[in-house]
C-alpha cells in the first residue's frame, strides 16, 4: 500500500503539538503519530521519552514502534508517520526497519537546528547524518573488529535453522 494522498495538515499540526506539550512537561521537542494510511485515522501517538525515562534510545519514533508493537503490531505497514522534525538517523533506521508507506515530517534538520541541538560526545545535529557515510575506523565513534575464531557462527546458526 502507497500513500498518495497530499499530507494531512491536521496530523502535522498534531505532531508539532504533541511536541509543543512534551516541551512545556519537561521534556524534548519531538512527537510520532501513526495513522492508518487508507483511512487517517490515528493509531498511535508518541513523545519523545529520553528525558522522563532515562533512555537514550526513547525518540518519539521508536517509542511508537515500541508501543505499538506492545499491542501486537510487528510492522507499520499500511500506516503513514507524521514527525516533528525529519528523523535522526537512529530513527530513520528504525523507520526502514518498520517499513511504513511514508513519513511526512514538519520540519527539516536545517530549521531543527536554528533553534535546537541535540548532539553527544561523537557527533552533532549538522555531523550525525555524515557519520553513517564514513568507513568504521573513520568515524567519530571508536569501533574495532574484536578476535573470535569464528564470528559468523550465530548468522550460520541463523541460516540453518531459517534457510536464509
Request: aromatic share 8%.
Amino acid at each position: 500500500m502507497t500513500s498518495h494522498a497530499d499530507p494531512d495538515p491536521a496530523l502535522v499540526a498534531r505532531s508539532v503539538e504533541l511536541a509543543r506539550g512534551n516541551v512545556a512537561e519537561g521534556g524534548k521537542p519531538f512527537a510520532c503519530v501513526v495513522v492508518d494510511a487508507a483511512s487517517g485515522e490515528v493509531l498511535h501517538e508518541a513523545t519523545n521519552q529520553v528525558v522522563q525515562s532515562g533512555d537514550k534510545t526513547a525518540h518519539a519514533e521508536i517509542t511508537a514502534i515500541r508501543e505499538l508493537a506492545a499491542t501486537g503490531r510487528t510492522d507499520l505497514r499500511g500506516c503513514d508517520v507524521y514527525v516533528t522534525a525529519y528523523p535522526c538517523p537512529m530513527c530513520l533506521g528504525a523507520l526502514y526497519y518498520a517499513e511504513p508507506e511514508r513519513v511526512v515530517f514538519a520540519a527539516t534538520r536545517e530549521q531543527e537546528g536554528e533553534h535546537y541541538e541535540d548532539g553527544g560526545r561523537y557527533m552533532s545535529l549538522a555531523t550525525f547524518y555524515d557519520e553513517y557515510a564514513k568507513p568504521p575506523q573513520d568515524r567519530s565513534l571508536p569501533s574495532t573488529q574484536g578476535e573470535h575464531p569464528h564470528p559468523t557462527a550465530p548468522f550460520e546458526d541463523h541460516a540453518a535453522r531459517h534457510g536464509s
